[in-house]
């Protein structure tokens, strides 16, 4: 079965940086499109950043731009989100997710389990 796996997550200081990873199986990834979300507590789960297919075409939330990268590795089924500057608005649970639509038109199929970031002011 499809499993999307995250990792990176933890606890740093405002400023600092982190990097997430989720690594996909039970799919072909180089046919999927990516994203990143995260949900804070008592709020709803919103978009952070996505990325083709191929490597291109990379989108970002305005709070995050700037910031944070979105990139892949399909020969590691792999997509990563590299967060710098973090401030404390940032902590939530990241999710990474699958979008498997034809346009990359943000339809996500498949969804990890998460992981934890924490930033300390």
């Known amino acids: 079965q499809v499993q999307l796996v995250e990792s990176g997550g933890g606890l740093v200081q405002a400023g600092g940086s982190l990097r997430l990873s989720c690594v996909a199986s039970?799919?072909?990834?180089?046919?999927?499109?990516m994203g990143w979300f995260r949900q804070a507590p008592g709020k709803e789960r919103i978009f952070v950043a996505a990325?083709?297919?191929?490597?291109?075409?990379?989108r970002y939330a305005a709070s995050v731009k700037g910031r944070f990268t979105i990139s892949r590795d399909n020969a590691k089924n792999t997509v990563y989100l590299q967060m710098n500057s973090l401030q404390p608005d940032d902590t939530a649970v990241y999710y990474c997710?699958?979008?498997?639509?034809?346009?990359?038109?943000?339809?996500?199929?498949?969804w990890g389990q998460g992981t934890q970031v924490t930033v300390s002011s």
């Open positions: 990325i083709n297919s191929g490597g291109g075409s990379p």
């Open positions: 997710a699958a979008d498997g639509s034809i346009g990359y038109v943000g339809k996500y199929d498949y």
């Open positions: 039970g799919l072909t990834f180089r046919g999927y499109h």
